[in-house]
Protein backbone atom coordinates (compact mmCIF):
# COMPACT_ATOMS: atom_id res chain seq x y z
CA UNK A 1 0.00 0.00 0.00
CA UNK A 2 0.60 3.37 -0.86
CA UNK A 3 -0.76 7.22 -0.42
CA UNK A 4 -2.22 7.85 -3.48
CA UNK A 5 -1.76 4.31 -4.94
CA UNK A 6 -3.77 1.24 -5.83
CA UNK A 7 -0.74 -0.23 -5.11
CA UNK A 8 3.14 0.11 -4.92
CA UNK A 9 5.37 -2.67 -6.29
CA UNK A 10 9.10 -2.92 -5.29
CA UNK A 11 11.53 -5.72 -7.27
CA UNK A 12 14.96 -5.89 -5.77
CA UNK A 13 17.49 -7.32 -8.05
CA UNK A 14 21.10 -8.29 -7.02
CA UNK A 15 23.96 -8.35 -10.04
CA UNK A 16 26.38 -10.40 -8.09
CA UNK A 17 29.32 -11.11 -8.43
CA UNK A 18 30.51 -8.67 -10.63
CA UNK A 19 34.08 -8.67 -13.19
CA UNK A 20 36.86 -5.72 -13.52
CA UNK A 21 34.64 -4.90 -16.40
CA UNK A 22 31.02 -5.01 -15.18
CA UNK A 23 30.73 -3.96 -11.25
CA UNK A 24 28.41 -5.63 -8.60
CA UNK A 25 24.49 -3.76 -8.62
CA UNK A 26 21.77 -2.83 -7.36
CA UNK A 27 18.87 -2.89 -9.41
CA UNK A 28 15.41 -1.74 -8.12
CA UNK A 29 12.84 -1.62 -9.85
CA UNK A 30 9.38 0.88 -8.13
CA UNK A 31 6.22 0.18 -10.01
CA UNK A 32 3.93 2.84 -9.17
CA UNK A 33 0.06 2.03 -10.08
CA UNK A 34 -0.99 6.00 -9.59
CA UNK A 35 -4.65 7.01 -8.80
CA UNK A 36 -6.41 9.76 -10.25
CA UNK A 37 -5.46 12.35 -7.94
CA UNK A 38 -6.30 16.50 -8.62
CA UNK A 39 -5.20 17.42 -5.08
CA UNK A 40 -1.60 18.83 -5.04
CA UNK A 41 0.48 15.34 -4.11
CA UNK A 42 4.24 14.66 -5.12
CA UNK A 43 5.92 11.62 -5.19
CA UNK A 44 9.27 10.64 -3.53
CA UNK A 45 11.90 8.04 -3.40
CA UNK A 46 14.11 7.86 -0.74
CA UNK A 47 17.93 6.94 -0.88
CA UNK A 48 19.98 7.64 2.85
CA UNK A 49 23.68 7.38 2.28
CA UNK A 50 26.08 6.57 5.09
CA UNK A 51 29.83 6.76 3.79
CA UNK A 52 31.39 9.35 6.72
CA UNK A 53 32.85 12.76 5.50
CA UNK A 54 31.31 11.71 1.64
CA UNK A 55 30.59 14.27 -0.41
CA UNK A 56 27.54 14.27 -3.07
CA UNK A 57 28.31 15.16 -6.76
CA UNK A 58 25.59 15.51 -9.29
CA UNK A 59 25.83 14.81 -13.28
CA UNK A 60 24.64 17.81 -15.44
CA UNK A 61 25.02 17.94 -19.11
CA UNK A 62 28.58 18.05 -19.61
CA UNK A 63 29.83 18.50 -15.96
CA UNK A 64 29.53 17.47 -12.25
CA UNK A 65 28.71 19.83 -9.96
CA UNK A 66 28.68 19.78 -5.88
CA UNK A 67 25.02 20.73 -4.64
CA UNK A 68 25.94 24.57 -2.64
CA UNK A 69 29.73 24.37 -3.50
CA UNK A 70 29.25 25.09 -6.96
CA UNK A 71 25.84 26.86 -7.94
CA UNK A 72 25.70 30.63 -8.40
CA UNK A 73 24.33 33.29 -5.74
CA UNK A 74 20.23 33.21 -6.58
CA UNK A 75 20.22 29.27 -8.07
CA UNK A 76 17.25 26.97 -6.22
CA UNK A 77 18.70 24.89 -4.15
CA UNK A 78 14.98 23.06 -3.44
CA UNK A 79 15.79 20.57 -6.12
CA UNK A 80 17.78 19.50 -8.82
CA UNK A 81 18.22 18.46 -12.48
CA UNK A 82 20.95 15.52 -13.28
CA UNK A 83 21.30 13.94 -16.54
CA UNK A 84 22.63 10.31 -15.20
CA UNK A 85 23.94 10.06 -11.73
CA UNK A 86 24.80 11.39 -8.24
CA UNK A 87 27.72 10.00 -6.18
CA UNK A 88 28.82 10.01 -2.66
CA UNK A 89 31.68 9.31 -1.85
CA UNK A 90 34.49 9.60 0.55
CA UNK A 91 38.74 8.85 0.08
CA UNK A 92 38.32 5.48 0.99
CA UNK A 93 34.73 4.14 -0.71
CA UNK A 94 31.85 5.49 -2.70
CA UNK A 95 28.59 5.00 -4.26
CA UNK A 96 26.77 6.04 -7.63
CA UNK A 97 23.07 6.38 -7.85
CA UNK A 98 21.91 6.10 -11.84
CA UNK A 99 18.80 7.46 -12.34
CA UNK A 100 17.44 6.92 -15.94
CA UNK A 101 13.78 7.60 -15.62
CA UNK A 102 13.14 10.77 -12.81
CA UNK A 103 15.83 13.18 -13.28
CA UNK A 104 14.37 15.56 -10.44
CA UNK A 105 16.63 15.26 -7.39
CA UNK A 106 16.26 16.91 -3.86
CA UNK A 107 19.26 16.93 -1.95
CA UNK A 108 18.92 16.47 2.41
CA UNK A 109 14.89 16.26 2.44
CA UNK A 110 12.24 16.83 0.81
CA UNK A 111 12.19 20.09 -0.28
CA UNK A 112 10.23 20.67 -3.39
CA UNK A 113 6.51 20.77 -2.37
CA UNK A 114 6.21 24.64 -2.95
CA UNK A 115 2.55 24.94 -3.82
CA UNK A 116 1.40 27.81 -5.74
CA UNK A 117 3.48 30.96 -7.75
CA UNK A 118 5.60 31.85 -4.25
CA UNK A 119 6.67 35.85 -4.86
CA UNK A 120 8.60 35.98 -1.53
CA UNK A 121 11.72 34.89 -2.15
CA UNK A 122 12.43 33.65 1.48
CA UNK A 123 10.17 30.52 1.08
CA UNK A 124 12.78 29.33 -1.56
CA UNK A 125 16.08 27.31 0.50
CA UNK A 126 19.01 29.47 0.40
CA UNK A 127 21.52 27.36 1.34
CA UNK A 128 22.10 23.55 1.37
CA UNK A 129 23.92 21.41 4.24
CA UNK A 130 26.13 18.89 3.36
CA UNK A 131 24.17 15.69 3.07
CA UNK A 132 23.93 12.24 1.86
CA UNK A 133 20.82 11.49 1.63
CA UNK A 134 19.19 11.79 -1.63
CA UNK A 135 15.05 12.03 -2.98
CA UNK A 136 14.20 11.15 -6.54
CA UNK A 137 11.04 13.41 -6.92
CA UNK A 138 9.32 10.74 -9.13
CA UNK A 139 6.25 12.59 -9.93
CA UNK A 140 3.84 15.70 -9.50
CA UNK A 141 1.33 18.02 -10.04
CA UNK A 142 2.66 21.26 -8.30
CA UNK A 143 2.98 22.94 -11.58
CA UNK A 144 0.36 25.24 -13.23
CA UNK A 145 1.19 24.28 -16.97
CA UNK A 146 -0.02 22.32 -20.29
CA UNK A 147 -0.50 18.69 -18.84
CA UNK A 148 -3.65 17.48 -16.60
CA UNK A 149 -3.22 17.67 -13.32
CA UNK A 150 -3.72 13.83 -12.51
CA UNK A 151 -1.35 11.43 -13.10
CA UNK A 152 -2.75 7.69 -13.43
CA UNK A 153 -2.10 4.10 -14.30
CA UNK A 154 1.16 2.32 -13.64
CA UNK A 155 4.77 3.90 -14.22
CA UNK A 156 8.00 2.21 -14.19
CA UNK A 157 11.05 4.39 -12.11
CA UNK A 158 14.65 1.99 -11.90
CA UNK A 159 17.11 3.14 -10.46
CA UNK A 160 21.04 1.19 -9.77
CA UNK A 161 23.63 1.10 -7.04
CA UNK A 162 27.10 1.16 -7.73
CA UNK A 163 28.98 0.66 -4.46
CA UNK A 164 32.87 0.39 -4.23
CA UNK A 165 35.60 0.45 -2.56
CA UNK A 166 37.77 3.24 -3.38
CA UNK A 167 37.33 7.09 -3.50
CA UNK A 168 35.68 9.09 -6.55
CA UNK A 169 37.12 9.26 -10.18
CA UNK A 170 35.18 10.98 -12.73
CA UNK A 171 35.82 9.30 -16.05
CA UNK A 172 35.01 5.78 -14.33
CA UNK A 173 31.39 7.10 -12.98
CA UNK A 174 30.80 9.07 -16.27
CA UNK A 175 31.35 5.72 -18.68
CA UNK A 176 29.98 3.41 -15.93
CA UNK A 177 26.62 5.64 -15.85
CA UNK A 178 26.94 5.95 -20.00
CA UNK A 179 27.51 2.32 -20.11
CA UNK A 180 23.63 1.84 -17.93
CA UNK A 181 21.62 4.21 -19.62
CA UNK A 182 22.63 3.45 -22.95
CA UNK A 183 22.83 -0.43 -23.24
CA UNK A 184 24.13 -2.83 -26.03
CA UNK A 185 21.52 -3.96 -28.11
CA UNK A 186 21.55 -7.13 -29.93
CA UNK A 187 19.84 -7.33 -33.70
CA UNK A 188 20.03 -9.18 -36.37
CA UNK A 189 22.73 -7.92 -38.95
CA UNK A 190 24.17 -8.84 -43.00
CA UNK A 191 26.98 -9.49 -44.40
CA UNK A 192 30.21 -10.46 -43.29
CA UNK A 193 31.07 -10.52 -39.63
CA UNK A 194 33.78 -7.74 -38.76
CA UNK A 195 37.28 -8.74 -37.77
CA UNK A 196 38.05 -5.60 -35.76
CA UNK A 197 36.04 -2.68 -34.01
CA UNK A 198 35.26 0.18 -36.71
CA UNK A 199 37.21 2.97 -34.28
CA UNK A 200 38.94 2.40 -30.92
CA UNK A 201 40.77 5.48 -28.92
CA UNK A 202 44.12 5.21 -26.46
CA UNK A 203 42.82 7.11 -23.91
CA UNK A 204 40.53 5.05 -21.26
CA UNK A 205 39.54 8.77 -19.53
CA UNK A 206 38.19 9.98 -22.86
CA UNK A 207 34.72 8.49 -23.63
CA UNK A 208 33.16 8.25 -26.95
CA UNK A 209 29.73 9.34 -26.33
CA UNK A 210 28.98 8.52 -30.08
CA UNK A 211 29.40 6.49 -33.41
CA UNK A 212 27.10 6.89 -36.31
CA UNK A 213 26.68 7.55 -40.03
CA UNK A 214 26.42 11.34 -41.14
CA UNK A 215 23.62 12.89 -42.49
CA UNK A 216 24.67 13.52 -45.93
CA UNK A 217 26.00 8.83 -45.75
CA UNK A 218 29.41 10.25 -46.69
CA UNK A 219 31.38 9.86 -43.59
CA UNK A 220 31.39 8.55 -39.96
CA UNK A 221 30.76 11.06 -37.18
CA UNK A 222 32.39 10.48 -33.62
CA UNK A 223 32.11 12.55 -30.53
CA UNK A 224 34.44 12.18 -27.92
CA UNK A 225 33.79 13.57 -24.73
CA UNK A 226 36.22 14.79 -21.41
CA UNK A 227 34.93 12.76 -18.84
CA UNK A 228 37.94 13.09 -16.43
CA UNK A 229 36.89 16.61 -15.41
CA UNK A 230 40.72 17.52 -17.17
CA UNK A 231 42.57 18.43 -20.09
CA UNK A 232 43.42 14.90 -22.16
CA UNK A 233 44.67 13.83 -25.34
CA UNK A 234 44.14 10.51 -27.14
CA UNK A 235 45.12 8.66 -30.64
CA UNK A 236 41.97 7.61 -32.63
CA UNK A 237 42.75 4.14 -34.33
CA UNK A 238 40.19 3.28 -37.21
CA UNK A 239 38.85 0.13 -38.49
CA UNK A 240 40.06 -2.03 -41.42
CA UNK A 241 38.25 0.41 -43.62
CA UNK A 242 40.62 3.56 -43.18
CA UNK A 243 39.09 6.93 -43.74
CA UNK A 244 40.13 9.09 -46.69
CA UNK A 245 40.41 11.96 -44.01
CA UNK A 246 39.28 12.89 -40.93
CA UNK A 247 38.21 16.52 -39.96
CA UNK A 248 37.40 18.56 -36.94
CA UNK A 249 33.44 18.84 -37.20
CA UNK A 250 30.51 20.44 -34.91
CA UNK A 251 27.04 19.61 -34.84
CA UNK A 252 26.41 20.41 -38.70
CA UNK A 253 28.89 17.54 -39.50
CA UNK A 254 30.48 19.29 -41.84
CA UNK A 255 34.41 19.42 -42.61
CA UNK A 256 35.75 21.86 -40.44
CA UNK A 257 39.63 21.36 -40.11
CA UNK A 258 42.09 18.35 -41.07
CA UNK A 259 42.88 16.50 -38.51
CA UNK A 260 46.06 14.14 -38.31
CA UNK A 261 47.76 12.76 -34.95
CA UNK A 262 46.63 12.91 -31.34
CA UNK A 263 43.14 14.41 -30.95
CA UNK A 264 43.03 17.19 -28.03
CA UNK A 265 39.90 16.62 -25.75
CA UNK A 266 39.12 19.75 -23.23
CA UNK A 267 37.58 18.74 -19.93
CA UNK A 268 33.86 18.29 -19.91
CA UNK A 269 33.85 19.08 -23.21
CA UNK A 270 32.61 17.37 -26.62
CA UNK A 271 34.82 17.12 -29.65
CA UNK A 272 33.25 15.82 -33.13
CA UNK A 273 35.41 14.39 -35.80
CA UNK A 274 34.01 13.57 -38.98
CA UNK A 275 35.62 10.67 -40.99
CA UNK A 276 35.48 10.22 -44.85
CA UNK A 277 34.35 6.85 -46.28
CA UNK A 278 36.51 5.70 -49.25
Known sequence: ??????????????????????PSYVEIVNVVDKLPIRKKEGVHFGFGFNLPGGVARM??????????ADQLPGACKNWFTVQRFVDV??????????????????????????IGSLSDPRAWKSRIDPSQTIYSWAMNNHWHTNYRAEQEGPTVFRFFLYPRSRGYNADTVSRLALDQSQPLLVLPARGAEPKQAPVSISN?????SALKPSHDGQALILRLFGASGRLQTTE??????????????????????PVTGAVTVPAWSIVTLRADLE
Open 89 to 114: SNDRAGITWLTPDAPLVEIGGITANL
Open 236 to 257: VKWGASAPKKVWLSDTSERPIE
Open 59 to 68: DVPWGVVQPE
Open 1 to 22: DAPGCRKLTREIRLHWPGTHSS
Open 204 to 208: GTVAV
